[in-house]
Every structure is written in structure tokens, then in C-alpha cells.
């Protein structure tokens, strides 16, 4: 929708394309779980959405958003677990190529082999968004964390600035009680 143009019922379709884009991103999240992908992100990217119409979305974001944030930190505080993190970019990375190539159940393979590499072209599809997304998490999380304490400082102030604000709200609700 352009800006400045009023549209009657622009408001209800904003909101409604809001709920419907942010509720899918959720149920592709909770999906992503089970199924390869990025379901984490998928969830905290639907709760994003949903927090522009929700309160509560936005209550729950914001710890989700520190935690995740803290953890970035946490991910390139050393070169172990800088490591760690290449590691499995290569890990998904190959088992993308071992997924497009598909070669045939080994030997050794005892179950039917229609179970061999199940899901496909799109698994690998999967795999190599999933190695792209943690390697492009892992060099934000470098250049914005790495040998720079002022921002974990900043992290913690914004939990002891949330933490008041939760105690707040939990007075101003048992006030109305």
C-alpha cells in the first residue's frame, strides 16, 4: 500500500495481511522443528510481524530478542566456538551437495530405500538456506560483538530496563485486581 493514499478498509487489510503473514511464519517454524530448516527464526520472524498488532507478541519478543542476541555474542566470544559454528555451516553444506547428487542406499542401508535421503532436491534447498542463514548470523554477530564488551553492556541494561518494566506492569495488574 502506497503512503498517504487513504484506501477504505486499508487498516483492515494491513492487519489482516499482518496476522495472516505473521501466524504462517509460526506454523512454518514450529514445522521447520521437526522438518530441516530454520525453525527458530521462522518463529521469531512471525512474532516480529505479530508484534506490530499484538501486545503480547511484543512482550514475548523482546526476552527472545536479548536471548538471541546475548547467545550471537556468546557464539564469537572465542575461537572454539567460532569453530563450532564453521563446522556446521560445512556439515549442512555437504549434506546439501550429498542431497542434490542422491546417490543410491548403500550396502549397508537395512531399511527400504525410499528412506535414503527422504525429502529431496528441496532438503538441500533447505540445508544450504539453513548454512547460509548461520553464516550470515555468524558474521553479523562478529562484526556487531566481537572483542566489543560496551555491547554486551548494553545488553545487560536493557534486561535490568525490561525487568523493571515486567514489574510494572505485574503492580499496575494486581492494582486493577
Same mark, same amino acid.
Given at each position: 500500500?502506497?503512503?498517504g493514499?487513504?484506501?477504505?478498509?486499508?487498516?483492515? /487489510?494491513?492487519?489482516?495481511?499482518?496476522?495472516?503473514?505473521?501466524?504462517l511464519?509460526?506454523?512454518?517454524?514450529?514445522?521447520?522443528?521437526?522438518?530441516?530448516?530454520?525453525?527458530?527464526?521462522?518463529?521469531?520472524?512471525?512474532?516480529?510481524?505479530?508484534?506490530?498488532?499484538?501486545?503480547?507478541?511484543?512482550?514475548?519478543?523482546?526476552? !527472545?530478542?536479548?536471548?538471541?542476541?546475548?547467545?550471537?555474542?556468546?557464539? /564469537?566470544?572465542?575461537?572454539?566456538?567460532?569453530s563450532?559454528?564453521?563446522?556446521?555451516?560445512?556439515?549442512? /553444506?555437504?549434506?546439501?551437495?550429498?542431497?542434490?547428487?542422491?546417490?543410491?542406499?548403500?550396502?549397508?542401508?537395512?531399511?527400504?530405500?525410499?528412506?535414503?535421503?527422504?525429502?529431496?532436491?528441496?532438503?538441500?534447498v533447505?540445508?544450504?538456506?539453513?548454512?547460509?542463514?548461520?553464516?550470515?548470523?555468524?558474521?553479523?554477530?562478529?562484526?556487531?560483538?566481537?572483542?566489543?564488551?560496551?555491547?554486551?553492556?548494553?545488553?545487560?541494561?536493557?534486561?535490568? !530496563?525490561s525487568?523493571?518494566?515486567?514489574?510494572?506492569?505485574?503492580?499496575?495488574?494486581?492494582?486493577?485486581?
Amino acid at each position: 500500500m502506497i503512503r498517504g493514499m487513504n484506501v477504505p478498509g486499508g487498516g483492515t /487489510v494491513k492487519r489482516v495481511v499482518l496476522e495472516t503473514v505473521g501466524w504462517l511464519l509460526v506454523l512454518i517454524g514450529v514445522a521447520a522443528l521437526i522438518l530441516p530448516g530454520p525453525g527458530l527464526l521462522c518463529i521469531m520472524a512471525g512474532l516480529i510481524v505479530l508484534s506490530q498488532q499484538y501486545e503480547w507478541a511484543e512482550r514475548r519478543l523482546d526476552p !527472545v530478542k536479548r536471548r538471541a542476541l546475548r547467545e550471537a555474542a556468546r557464539s /564469537v566470544s572465542g575461537p572454539l566456538q567460532m569453530s563450532v559454528t564453521l563446522v556446521g555451516v560445512v556439515v549442512l /553444506v555437504a549434506c546439501g551437495v550429498l542431497w542434490t547428487i542422491d546417490p543410491p542406499a548403500p550396502q549397508w542401508w537395512s531399511l527400504p530405500d525410499s528412506w535414503w535421503l527422504p525429502g529431496g532436491i528441496w532438503t538441500a534447498v533447505t540445508q544450504f538456506g539453513s548454512a547460509a542463514i548461520a553464516l550470515g548470523l555468524m558474521i553479523y554477530s562478529y562484526r556487531r560483538f566481537h572483542g566489543k564488551p560496551d555491547a554486551l553492556a548494553e545488553l545487560d541494561e536493557q534486561d535490568r !530496563v525490561s525487568a523493571q518494566r515486567a514489574e510494572q506492569r505485574a503492580g499496575r495488574r494486581a492494582a486493577s485486581r
